[in-house]
């Protein structure tokens, strides 16, 4: 996952969850909250539309979740109020001190849970096979490199029905501006290709974000 947790200044305005990082040097502390606060920046909602997305995915109280590149916990906490205990969430990054405040947002919202928060490997979200339901991505694709071979991964801890749903800039003018240079982005037709390649197919596509593709998709 050689782009993932890009610099600072690269993240700008919608940044990614911080799955993403290159071998570059981790960030300090101080970097860290900035970096928190712009994923957690209240205007982030309007085109983000964080409950119409939970709405789209139709989650139900007993399914077992895992918010990839999960971060600040943007998504995650969203994950948790709608399944609480009778569910499982997972988040995952590979950025530990992300998780820990993740896992303390989470705490604050004062309502019974199961969460984990797996400190994943750049190649291997390391969840449990033949477990999730859903597994769930925000603007963390573009950042992950040999996604074929990743999604192969995923692929395994799925359970029979499960899905992977997808959610990411366009690449092109759609987005607007986003405060960095948009090269690295991940075109939609690429995103189903690479999946396509990895076992799945696209099973749903949502169109009610405007900066952002929303895919679902299911093993072939």
């Known amino acids: 996952m050689g782009g993932l947790f890009s610099f600072f ?61 999960a971060g600040s916990g943007y998504f995650t906490r969203k994950f948790v109020w709608a399944v609480q205990d009778k569910g499982m969430v ?21 309502t019974p849970y199961n969460a984990k928060f797996i400190v994943a490997k ?45 959610i990411d800039f366009y690449h092109d003018e759609r987005s607007g501006n986003l405060g960095f240079s948009k090269d690295h982005l991940v075109p939609r037709d690429t995103v189903v290709k690479e999946m396509t390649d990895a076992g799945y197919t696209l099973s749903k596509e949502h169109t009610f974000l405007a900066k952002q593709y929303f895919l679902e998709f299911v093993a072939k």
């Open 122 to 166: 750049e190649d291997d979200p390391l969840l449990p096979p033949k477990s999730m339901d859903l597994v769930f991505l925000c603007n963390a694709y573009h950042h992950l490199e040999k996604r074929t071979d990743y999604f192969a991964r995923v692929k395994a801890t799925l359970k029979p029905k499960g899905r992977v749903a997808i």
């Open 9 to 69: 200044l690269v993240c700008l305005l919608l940044a990614a969850p911080t799955l993403a990082q290159h071998k570059e040097q981790h960030r300090g502390p101080s970097d860290l909250k900035e970096y928190i606060e712009i994923l957690e920046r209240p205007e982030r909602d309007k085109e983000q539309k964080p409950n119409e997305v939970i709405k789209a995915l139709n989650i139900t109280d007993y399914m077992t979740i895992a918010d990839i590149g």
């Open 90 to 110: 997972y988040a995952v990054d590979i950025e530990p001190g992300m998780l820990k405040y993740n896992e303390e947002m989470i705490e604050h919202l004062h």
